[in-house]
T-cell receptor, first 111, second 115 residues
Framework: GENVEQHPSTLSVQEGDSAVIKCTYS??????FPWYKQELGKRPQLIID?????GEKKDQRIAVTLNKTAKHFSLHITETQPEDSAVYFC??????????FGTGTSLTVIP | SQTIHQWPATLVQPVGSPLSLECTVE??????LYWYRQAAGRGLQLLFY??????ISSEVPQNLSASRPQDRQFILSSKKLLLSDSGFYLC??????????????FGPGTRLTVT
């Protein structure tokens, strides 16, 4: 089955700096890669996703890049704000039914 | 628009007691439905998923079971809870056939504490 690894497990940045979270996957058939943000005690919220036919996708301050050859994808957050502090999860799937999640990155944005 | 509900929001149960958690989705037909568990400070573990009424796929063998008695209703059950069943239980959905879409959305969750 698929194996998704996520790094780093914790990340602290100064407000206004950029944050990058990386995930690698093992199954070359995976074709959909979402990113979720989970605030303390709340549900994961889908913030951005990318499909295997695209190399990069942006939505305001967040972007996701995908390297199919190396089997890794990354979340980039620019101009970080305190409200970006949360746990971020990556995931991968090739069926749309079985999603394999990374172990999460706890991001702290220091004002 | 689509809405997903879960109840109860919190639950405290003694070891050995039964469990029933319910999830319903509004505003869509034939959704794919999922149960995940999240232990404290940990990632998301897929427990079950369903692509239709009565169709359940189990990802992890354990003392939990799932049922889908209606198109937009998904139930997670246990006959006897273990301490290790404590966690945050999340229901999720995405669009099923013929409008299948990978985008998956989570319900508000049920926080279960087994004492």
């Amino acid at each position: 089955g698929e194996n998704v690894e996520q790094h780093p497990s914790t990340l602290s940045v100064q407000e206004g700096d950029s944050a990058v979270i990386k995930c690698t996957y093992s199954d070359s058939a995976s074709n959909y890669f979402p990113w979720y943000k989970q605030e303390l005690g709340k549900r994961p919220q889908l913030i951005i996703d990318i499909r295997s036919n695209v190399g990069e996708k942006k939505d305001q301050r967040i972007a996701v890049t995908l390297n199919k050859t190396a089997k890794h994808f990354s979340l980039h957050i620019t101009e970080t704000q305190p409200e970006d502090s949360a746990v971020y999860f990556c995931a991968a799937t090739n069926t749309g039914n079985q999603f394999y999640f990374g172990t999460g990155t706890s991001l702290t944005v220091i004002p | 628009s689509q809405t997903i509900h879960q109840w109860p929001a919190t639950l405290v149960q003694p070891v050995g007691s039964p469990l029933s958690l319910e999830c319903t989705v509004e505003g869509t037909s034939n959704p794919n439905l999922y149960w995940y568990r999240q232990a404290a400070g940990r990632g998301l573990q897929l427990l079950f998923y369903s692509v239709g009424i009565g169709q359940i796929s189990s990802e992890v063998p354990q003392n939990l079971s799932a049922s889908r008695p209606q198109d937009r209703q998904f139930i997670l059950s246990s006959k006897k809870l273990l301490l290790s069943d404590s966690g945050f239980y999340l229901c999720a959905w995405n669009k099923g056939r013929p409008l299948f879409d990978y985008e998956q959305y989570f319900g508000p969750g049920t926080r279960l504490t087994v004492t």
